[in-house]
């Protein structure tokens, strides 16, 4: 008897599941029509371009600043390889 009070209790209602499908798409649209009425609006779409363009700048910064790291690696290890060579040239002499 207690489990028919608790199920009338808890009335319809939606899942948790529907409700956060139905938000998403609620603020999937939401977003969807803000971004169109920024493009729309010829001043908004150069801020947008210009956003874009700052981020495509700062992403090539980066790409160098990585490429030039590994390249300072490269030749770190170049430099430890030719000592370990090296090292066991000087060993190999000395067992003979």
Not at 9 to 15: A, T
Not at 17 to 41: C, H, S, T, Y
Not at 82 to 87: E, G, L, N, R
């Amino acid at each position: 008897m207690t489990d028919t009070k608790q199920n009338d209790q808890k009335g319809g209602g939606m899942s948790p599941g529907a409700a956060a499908a139905v938000g998403v798409a609620v603020g999937a649209a939401a977003v969807g029509i803000a971004g169109a009425a920024v493009l729309a609006n010829k001043q908004g779409r150069k801020q947008v371009e210009k956003v874009i363009d700052e981020a495509k700048d700062t992403v090539n910064d980066v790409k160098e600043g990585v490429e030039e790291k590994i390249d300072e690696g490269k030749e770190k290890v170049e430099k430890v390889v030719t000592a370990v060579q090296d090292a066991s040239h000087d060993v190999a002499k000395a067992a003979k």
